[in-house]
């Protein structure tokens, strides 16, 4: 079964850092990636996807993140964070169960603070 | 357009109670997906709905886990017999695909259940 692993549980930043949070994901096949964020008091929201193409893929807010198939690695960016991106981002892979559905396998999650 | 709604959105249940929990999705959505999300974790799947048919519940942790979706909109997930590990958020999700797993799920608030 596919897993994603997410490398920092919290990160703390200061306004205007730039921001790299890592992603793995184990499975061979063909995935789709997303990055998915949760800001305080609301629901999950996609941020961005990739499914084929160009490997850096551009999201709202300014984030994007890139593909690297031989690293299993799809790592989210953004080169200079403000206070309102504090909120949890999650990485997922979605793939087909071979039960009948294209489930989404998510990590736990990284907590993202950044301190005006 | 309305997004996906759940409710009740926070459910406290005494250990040995049976709980139903509601997901509307969006309307025309053809996919329908619940998850459950234990504290400090990410959510985890339980089943799929492809408009009345549920076609996965791979992710079902007990038969006290029963979900429906009998016109094809609204689905119940109902939990028989409550544990304390029950306890978690329930995530319905839905989509506008089926057997597409490059398209975005679009998820409620949660409904957060206590069992005490």
């Known amino acids: 079964a596919q897993s994603v692993s997410q490398h920092n549980h919290h990160v703390i930043l200061s306004e205007a850092a730039s921001l790299e949070l890592g992603c793995n994901y184990s499975?061979?096949?063909?995935?789709?990636l997303f990055w998915y964020v949760q800001y305080p008091g609301q629901h999950l929201q996609l941020l961005l996807k990739y499914f084929s193409g160009d490997p850096l893929v551009k999201g709202i807010k300014g984030f994007e993140a890139e593909f690297i198939k031989s690293k299993f690695s799809f790592n989210l960016r953004k080169p200079s964070v403000q206070w309102s991106d504090t909120a949890e981002y999650f990485c997922?892979?979605?793939?087909?169960?071979?039960?009948?559905?294209?489930?989404?396998?998510f990590g736990k999650g990284t907590k993202l603070s950044v301190i005006p | 357009g309305a997004g996906v709604s759940q409710s009740p959105r926070y459910k406290v249940a005494k250990r040995g109670q049976d709980v139903a929990l509601r997901c509307d999705p969006i309307?025309?959505?053809?996919?329908l997906f619940w998850y459950q999300q234990a504290l400090g974790q990410g959510p985890e799947f339980l089943t799929y709905f492809q408009n009345e048919a549920q076609l996965d519940k791979s992710g079902l942790p007990s038969d006290r886990f029963f979900a429906e979706r009998p016109e094809g909109s609204v689905s119940t997930l109902k939990i028989q017999r409550t544990q304390q590990e029950d306890s978690a958020v329930y995530l319905c999700?839905?989509?506008?695909?089926?057997?597409?797993?490059?398209?975005?799920?679009?998820f409620g608030p949660g409904t957060r259940l206590t069992v005490t």
């Open positions: 309307s025309g959505h053809v996919s």
């Open positions: 997922a892979v979605n793939v087909y169960s071979g039960a009948g559905s294209y489930q989404l396998t």
């Open positions: 499975y061979g096949g063909t995935v789709n």
């Open positions: 999700a839905s989509s506008f695909a089926r057997d597409r797993g490059s398209y975005e799920q679009y």
